[in-house]
């Protein structure tokens, strides 16, 4: 069985998602947003044994970013 997958409605859902979270961190208290942030990090780190990310899946997943910003389609955040 093959997944349909529309990846523009996605990529415009995460678009959607980063807005809404990026407008909420800057109207919460840093404390709020830093404790929640933290704990995030830290569940990521604990369940990294779960997820290996292997040096070349990173790399092309930068490279894929990289792309998508040469085509004007995100900026560079930092």
Do not use: T
């Not at 959607?16 to 830093?34: A, I």
């Not at 569940?43 to 790399?59: E, I, M, R």
């Amino acid at each position: 069985m093959e997944l349909k997958f529309d990846k523009e409605k996605n990529f415009q859902e995460r678009l959607w998602f980063l807005h809404l979270y990026s407008n909420w961190v800057k109207k919460v208290p840093n404390e709020v947003w830093s404790r929640q942030h933290a704990d995030f990090i830290n569940s990521l780190f604990l369940n990294g044994q779960n997820y290996g990310l292997s040096p070349k899946k990173y790399l092309e997943m930068v490279a894929a970013g990289r792309k998508i910003r040469k085509k004007g389609l995100i900026k560079k955040v930092f």
